[in-house]
């Protein structure tokens, strides 16, 4: 008996103009796919025949292309069609994928498998919990699985609890039933953090529901806000052994979700990007990191914007600032032959610098992809990337061949500060900033969307 595993992923926005190409993604074929996903052994130890069929995973960019989307999806789908005995099928999706002409390139992916496969196959998700589950795709799927961490450290925990509920499924002869209750909200992203109230109690009432014996999986999808389609939302989606206790909890789910949603507020001084270049200048802390959000590259943005480099470069602050992961390709290559030292003239800043160091810069997973050159514009540095990078760690300072504590500010194109830096941040100023992942809902001139939408809208709401 087979289980079919694949995985495709690309978090898409809108409003970002670089769509992701073929070479974009990472890509495994076969045996390979398992040095990425963590389900093999739950499979095999089960008795069943582990059918891998592809790993593609990209940055989050803008909307997926047909042709890009397709060279990928027909491989998935050649491998269902040549194993369509299997009994089931596990796929570790992003969940927000939006394709040119089509829409959810999950919900069209799956509604393919379903068409081939038998009835009585099941097919099992693994979701970011920053799905737009779609209305429909709960008529496909049997088993539905979500990260319970933001920022996401439980990628594995959230592939083992499909894998684990597919094979309980599957061994006790159940057929698991998923519904999908939408929570007409869409908020700041990087105001939705799972360690802290009110979502953490939330979280934890779902891991006490997936103890009960009936209940497989009970998932908080906090939505997407980046990407303008019918889809774009929250919402709960518990998987069950019957339709009346899935339904039930969702909807509960989906009504302790909704009376949250004036809870939210960011966690660190969120101000408009002059007023926290001022703040970060008039700090007493050891070093302030500022995120200029507008321009995340996590979250799609391009990452191009020179504005808060500007904004400091007219400072003429006294502290060492470090700007970090512009995305700039003509600078660095027309640049890359200068000697370290040797002065430039940046015609996008109408200002003369120096070449200060020659680096690489880091993919999502943490291989090299490229080049970076850092320019010292005085007590300033930018490092400049041929590619989007997400400066998330230390170690991409480190292979840009940059020296993180020697700067008082640094200023990194993020949401909220990932885990990883926020041991070496005195301070955190969130740079409300504009740009392909500006957070306010309001400037993002959403008109795909369902309304009414909180809070964009003011209306009452009962699952």
């Known amino acids: 008996m087979k289980i079919i595993v694949a995985s495709f992923q690309c978090e898409s ?97 799956v509604k393919r498998i379903r068409g081939i496969v038998s009835n009585y196959c099941l097919i099992a998700l693994s979701f970011d919990a920053h799905a737009n589950v779609t209305d429909e795709l709960c008529n496909y799927v049997n088993i539905i699985s979500g990260f319970k961490t933001v920022p996401h450290t439980d990628q594995v925990e959230c592939q083992l609890r499909a894998a684990n509920a597919l094979v309980y499924c599957l061994k006790n002869n159940v057929m698991p039933y998923a519904y999908m209750q939408r929570v007409p909200f869409l908020l700041k992203n990087d105001t939705l953090q799972t360690a802290y109230e009110p979502l953490k109690s939330l979280i934890a009432e779902t891991v006490k529901l997936e103890a009960q014996e009936d209940i497989f999986t009970a998932n908080l999808f906090l939505g997407h806000c980046w990407i303008d389609a019918p889809n774009t ?22 009504n302790k979700l909704w009376a949250t949603r004036r809870d939210y507020k960011f966690l660190c001084e969120a101000e408009l990007p002059e007023e926290c270049v001022k703040r970060a200048i008039k700090s007493r802390g050891k070093r302030v990191f500022i995120t200029d959000s507008g ?55 109408n200002a003369r610098g120096k070449v200060k160091v020659h680096g690489k ?27 989007r990078s997400a400066f998330i760690e230390k170690g991409n300072f480190d292979k840009a061949n940059v020296d993180l504590f020697s700067y008082s500010i640094v200023v990194v194109k993020l949401g909220y500060l990932f885990t990883e830096l926020k041991p070496f941040a005195d301070r955190e100023l969130f740079a409300l900033s504009d740009g392909a992942s500006c957070v306010e809902l309001k400037r993002l001139n959403l008109k795909n969307i369902i309304r009414p939408m909180y809070p964009l809208d003011e209306f009452e709401f009962k699952a």
């Open 13 to 109: 926005n809108s409003k970002a103009r670089l769509h992701p190409k073929i070479e974009d993604f990472e890509y495994f074929k076969g045996e390979k796919i398992f040095d990425k996903l963590a389900v093999k052994e739950v499979f095999e130890n089960a008795g069943y025949e582990v059918v891998p069929s592809i790993y593609a995973v990209a940055l989050p960019s803008a909307t997926v292309t047909e042709d890009v989307y397709f060279h990928f999806e027909k491989q998935i789908e050649q491998t269902v069609k040549e194993n369509s005995d299997a009994v089931g099928v596990y796929i570790f999706f992003h969940g927000s994928m939006e394709v040119d002409n089509i829409g959810s390139g999950e919900l069209y992916l």
């Open 295 to 349: 321009d995340n590259t996590t979250a799609g943005a391009e990452g191009e914007s020179m504005d808060i480099l500007k904004l400091f470069l007219s400072a003429n602050s006294r502290k060492k600032v470090c700007v970090a992961g512009i995305t700039n390709p003509r600078i660095v290559h027309d640049f890359w032959e200068n000697a370290d030292g040797e002065e430039v003239y940046i015609e996008e800043l």
């Open 233 to 254: 939302s929250a919402s709960t989606v518990v998987c069950a052994t019957s339709k009346k206790t899935a339904e039930t909890v969702a909807k509960d789910l989906a």
């Open 361 to 387: 810069i880091l993919g999502w997973a943490k291989e090299i992809i490229g080049r970076s050159l850092t320019i010292s514009f005085g007590r300033v540095d930018a490092i400049f990337t041929e590619l």
